[in-house]
């Protein structure tokens, strides 16, 4: 069973860089097929897809964020990151690793989600 | 971008009711299109992917149908665990969420 798990910090002083990592157990984080993801979820609202990685280093990321947002992979550790900077207040939300099983075929594992706060 | 639209926003229903959900996509997105229920504080199951197909282990109450621009959701015989908030996905070009449909008891 592949599990995913985000870990960092829940707290951010705006204008800082947001950094988390998910560590990936019970799969292959090196396997072609699947699409390393982060997703957010503002409170109370729905979901943004922030961009993800695959292949062992190509990203995607969404043009909304794109010149905040870098996503890198380190399969010795089985984990993927994430770097989002200049955050302010917009950025708090409950941020997601996820996994893209294949093209074509959704998110398919999900971590269990962390807050992050980003304060003035 | 593609943006996808969910209606209704909320949706108040019985158990054993038949409940649909539409999602359209500001243009054609082929079939490239997944359906996933999200209860609070958890994170969003899959449900469907790719239109029709569903998800190992989910209950056949649940189907997907559409095609380019206009999808729905459909739950046959509504269940005391299905009430919860049903996003849509597209994944034609990057990926964009529907904004949820929140299933409420009636």
């Known amino acids: 069973q592949v599990q995913l798990q985000e870990s960092g910090p829940g707290l951010v002083q705006s204008s800082q860089t947001l950094s988390l990592t998910c560590t990936v157990s019970?799969?292959?984080?090196?396997?072609?097929?699947?699409?390393w993801s982060w997703i957010r979820q503002h409170p109370v609202k729905g979901l943004e897809w922030i961009g993800y990685i695959y292949n062992s280093g190509n990203t995607f990321y969404n043009p909304s964020l794109l010149s905040r947002v870098t996503i890198s992979v380190d399969t010795s550790k089985s984990q993927f990151s994430l770097k989002l900077s200049s955050v302010t207040a917009a950025d708090t939300a409950v941020y997601y690793c996820a996994r893209g099983r294949g093209y074509g075929y959704g998110i398919d594992y999900w971590g269990q989600g962390t807050l992050v706060t980003v304060s003035s | 971008d593609i943006q996808m639209t969910q209606s209704p926003s909320t949706l108040s229903a019985s158990v054993g009711d038949r409940v649909t959900i539409t999602c359209r996509a500001s243009q054609s997105i082929n079939s490239w299109l997944a359906w996933y229920q999200q209860i609070p504080g958890k994170a969003p199951k899959l449900l469907i992917y790719k239109t029709s197909s569903l998800e190992t282990g989910v209950p056949s109450r649940f189907s997907g149908s559409g095609s380019g621009t206009e999808f729905t959701l459909t739950i046959s015989s509504l269940q005391p665990d299905d009430f919860a908030t049903y996003y849509c996905?597209?994944?034609?070009?990057?990926?964009?969420f529907g904004q949820g449909t929140k299933v409420e008891i009636k």
């Open positions: 996905q597209q994944y034609n070009s990057y990926w964009t």
């Open positions: 019970g799969g292959s984080i090196s396997s072609s097929d699947h699409y």
